[in-house]
């Protein structure tokens, strides 16, 4: 009886061996793992276990993204909108940031621009009148303007102040048929000279006094300098064209200007 | 049968643990199903065969984690004795009990590996504990439904 009392009983004869062979496992991966190695135990149960595992996960995944979907279908479909809305939002306010950037560049040149011997007067565009020809600027005799001042923006000349009263004056554009202007092609040498004025639509015309000049399509023109009031080197435009009239023996050049009338905000006059 | 039964339930849940805790976290809660598994099959079973049960699912989680090897065969071949031990008290088997089971085979497995493996900070792996307790407790239900009627086969 003394004997069956002492004898330990299967189950924990299991425990034990159980443990020992877990300290055995645990010591063989300590070992493994100080020579940088993974113990063979470990890669046997990894090794077993990650097919099913990417299996399991991939299908976990799927089913949440599905359930997702049909759960979050509305709030997604308004936030689809929202987006959408923002998008365009967006959209404005980058044309608006665009046109803004203009018109900073335009300042910009405005301050920069060369006085060319003269004083600089600045004034706003406070009317523009397309079908006429005349924009109409916030400067007038107060500040010592009159007929025949050149008006420049950034970008090159504007026209002429046609007539000046106290706070206000009234521009003629390049683009009028009257007054002509006298003009030239900076980059020939001699010059070829001529008077420039517009058609009423966009483009201008360069009538050379010689029909013979040299001119082309890309040449620069500028201001002539043969005017009291407005000086030399102003740029007006380029030659898009060169026309030559055998008959009439006249030598005429579209050209493009290089203002561009429509977003004037402010504006140089040259006294 | 029952035998071949078990071991593939271990590689199931092997490839659970692997490959699911992580993505069904609900509110940082995550799950150990080994220990699900453990404690389901020690209720239907003694304490030797929740001892051996207790080891290959130690193995596999000590595998996994990469270290401490032994201390997680140990508790949980402990953990599988001690519960295999409590079918001597002949309680009736139920979803209740599989539940209380889970939760209280969790907590011991963990709190042993806690004093033969001390984390470094006690008061965090409790609570995780606590909240992996729980949702193993939530995962026995189904696991245990699915169970009885292959434990209770004759072959």
Known sequence: MN???NRISPDWLTLIVLLALGAILGRAQSSARLVGREDFVSRIFVGVLSPGAHI???????????????????????????LKKELRALSVYNDTVALLRNDLDSQRKLIDMPSLGKTKVYADVIGFYAEENRILISAGTEKGLHQG???????????????????FSVVTLISSPKPAIGALLSARNPPSAGLIHGDGGQILTLQFGDPQAAVDSGDLVVTSGFSEYIPRGIVIGKVIQKIENLESGQLVAKVYPSVAIGRLHEVVILK | MKRLIVALAVVLFGCFQMGLPSRLSVFSLTPNYLLVLLAIVAIFSDRKGGAIVGFFCGAIEGSLVGINLTHYIASRVITGFILGWMNDLKLQRSVLLAVLTTVGGTLAAQVILMFIAPPPEIIPFLGATIKTAMYNGVIAIPVYVLARPIAELRV
Do not use: P, W, Y
């Open chain 1, 149 to 167: 001042l050149a008006v420049v923006s950034g970008d090159g000349l504007v026209g002429t102040i046609q007539s000046s009263d106290k706070g």
């Open chain 1, 3 to 5: 004997v069956r009392r």
């Open chain 1, 56 to 82: 399991f996960g991939s299908a976990a995944d799927a089913l949440n993204d599905f359930s997702r979907g049909i759960f979050s279908a509305r709030r997604l479909e308004r936030e689809n909108e929202m």
